[in-house]
């Protein structure tokens, strides 16, 4: 797990490391695809992103998961577009959202969105995958005891969860990635990181995400467990630092828990 000092830094680190990536990827053949999530912690790294010189015209965009709506577009694509796609300047044909308005059959739909990834995808997996990590420790739309984390199908719907009916890429597809980043800012996903690396076996889906090399990024105050920093029992959680500044857990890059300094530098994390 890396943790960083606050939000920003955890953004500007998580672009770079996209970015790297996306460069080495180029190298090696001629397109990148990217699987991204919505929420406000991605956005902020989309931001950063988009200022990143990154030939745009050989990136491709998918998304994770997003809602079944009214709307045309669901709120992580928009998301998406707002904080990337058109700072960016991405094409529009390199642009493709999950087909959610309920006007289509939601089932045909996720079909048809399997079959566009299989013209983008190489091994039936993205280059990078942006996850967050909910409340609740779900990732993408895939939620502790639904359906469709148990589906071989690249794209499933999800049961509705708050009245909500969602869209998602599977396990399959997730973990295949060869970047594979998990964000979690703020107090209120201290929590759900406490649970992940305590093993919770609801949380199998973003373990599954991560696998052994996959990136678990946190703030401070998410890395800080459920009683706050600073308090006496939050250092005595499994994995704590007695001040919440890192956390020691299965999820480093390397193989090592690290804490990203200013403008997302690492430097080993304090013991």
């Known amino acids: 797990?890396?943790?960083?000092?606050?939000?920003?830094?955890?953004?500007?680190?998580?672009?770079?490391?996209?970015?790297?990536?996306?460069?080495?990827?180029?190298?090696?053949?001629?397109?990148?695809?990217?699987?991204?999530?919505?929420?406000?912690?991605?956005?902020?790294?989309?931001?950063?992103?988009?200022?990143?010189?990154?030939?745009?015209?050989?990136?491709?965009?998918?998304?994770?998961?997003?809602?079944?709506?009214?709307?045309?577009?669901?709120?992580?694509?928009?998301?998406?577009?707002?904080?990337l796609l058109e700072p960016a300047a991405v094409p529009a044909e390199n642009r493709h959202p999950m087909p959610v308005g309920t006007r289509l059959?939601?089932?045909?739909?996720?079909?048809?969105?399997?079959?566009?990834?299989?013209?983008?995808?190489t091994d039936g997996a993205p280059d990078v995958v942006v996850a967050g990590l909910g409340e609740d420790g779900h990732t993408a739309s895939l939620f502790h005891g639904d359906p469709a984390l148990d589906t071989a199908r690249w794209v499933a719907v999800t049961r509705p969860y708050q009245n909500t009916t969602r869209m998602t890429l599977t396990l399959p597809v997730l973990s295949g990635a060869g970047l594979r980043l998990v964000l979690a800012t703020g107090s209120g996903k201290a929590a759900a990181v406490a649970r992940l690396l305590g093993d919770d076996p609801s949380l199998t889906a973003v373990r599954t995400v991560l696998g052994d090399d996959g990136h678990l990024l946190v703030d401070g105050i998410a890395a800080a467990g459920p009683y706050g920093a600073g308090d006496e029992t939050a250092a005595a959680r499994p994995y704590g630092a007695a001040d919440g500044i890192a956390v020691a857990g299965p999820y480093a890059a390397g193989g090592e828990t690290t804490a990203a300094g200013p403008h997302g530098t690492a430097r080993p994390a304090p013991r």
């Open 1 to 83: 797990m890396t943790v960083a000092e606050t939000p920003a830094h955890l953004a500007e680190g998580a672009a770079r490391t996209i970015t790297d990536h996306i460069r080495r990827t180029l190298a090696r053949r001629q397109r990148c695809v990217l699987a991204l999530t919505g929420g406000s912690t991605p956005a902020a790294t989309y931001r950063n992103l988009a200022r990143m010189p990154v030939p745009w015209e050989r990136v491709h965009i998918v998304q994770t998961d997003d809602h079944l709506t009214e709307a045309g577009d669901g709120p992580s694509w928009r998301t998406v577009e707002e904080h």
């Open 105 to 121: 059959d939601p089932r045909e739909a996720a079909q048809a969105y399997g079959h566009l990834l299989g013209t983008l995808l």
